[in-house]
Structure formats: structure tokens, C-alpha cells
Nanobody, 119 residues
Framework: QAPLKESGGGSVQYGGSLRLTCYAS?????????LGWFRQVQGGDRTEVAG???????TYTNSVKGRFTISKDFPKNILYLQMNNLKPEDTAIYYC????????????WGQGTQVTVSS
């Protein structure tokens, strides 16, 4: 089983909502791991959208603040990204990723899930 597996992508219209789920089976909540959501548009770089550390503290890129919420079910070790008020510029492949909180780079990645927002 892959350590990280995303689901919940799809197609929505402008202003719609989606919730992405990442099953982080290989990274129990008690470990010192930080998790994040990234996105990548075709031909572009993969950029961090939101992150959560092992204490539940969260960070967001400016373009999604107030619209996206990252959360984690620690006992079940499931990561979520609630996305509201979606815009066409949110269209991308979304990935969840994990890193040791003492590291600066993410070392494990899911396969990604497509999110498409139409105007």
C-alpha cells in the first residue's frame, strides 16, 4: 500500500467546494512528521498550498487563505483539504506530501488528484 494516497478531486464550477482526502497510512500521528498539500499546473512548478505540523499548527499560501482549510484526523492519520469558493486558477493536480518536521523538504509524495474549476 502506498504511504500516501489522495482522493476527492473532481470538476466543479466557480464558487464551488471540494474536500480532498489523503490517507497517510505510513505516517502515524505520533511520529514527528509534518504533512502538506501541494498543487501543480501543467507546465508549472509544484507549490505548497497548505501545511500542518505534528502539533496541528497550520500554514497557508496567501492565495488560498480564508478559502482553504487543512486539517488532520490524528487517530486515523487522515489529512484533509477543504476547499471553498474555488476559482479557475485553483485548477491543478493536488498532491499530499510528508516530511520529518525537522527537515525542510518533503520526501514522500502521493500520486495526486486532479481538481478542475470552470468559470
Amino acid at each position: 500500500q502506498a504511504p500516501l494516497k489522495e482522493s476527492g478531486g473532481g470538476s466543479v464550477q466557480y464558487g464551488g467546494s471540494l474536500r480532498l482526502t489523503c490517507y497517510a497510512s505510513g505516517y502515524p500521528g505520533s511520529w514527528n512528521y509534518c504533512l502538506g498539500w501541494f498543487r501543480q499546473v501543467q507546465g508549472g512548478d509544484r507549490t505548497e498550498v497548505a501545511g500542518i505540523d505534528n502539533a496541528g499548527r497550520t500554514t497557508y499560501t496567501n492565495s488560498v487563505k480564508g478559502r482553504f482549510t487543512i486539517s488532520k484526523d490524528f487517530p486515523k492519520n487522515i489529512l484533509y483539504l477543504q476547499m471553498n469558493n474555488l476559482k479557475p486558477e485553483d485548477t491543478a493536480i493536488y498532491y499530499c506530501a510528508a516530511r520529518r518536521c525537522g527537515d525542510t523538504t518533503y520526501s514522500v509524495w502521493g500520486q495526486g488528484t486532479q481538481v478542475t474549476v470552470s468559470s
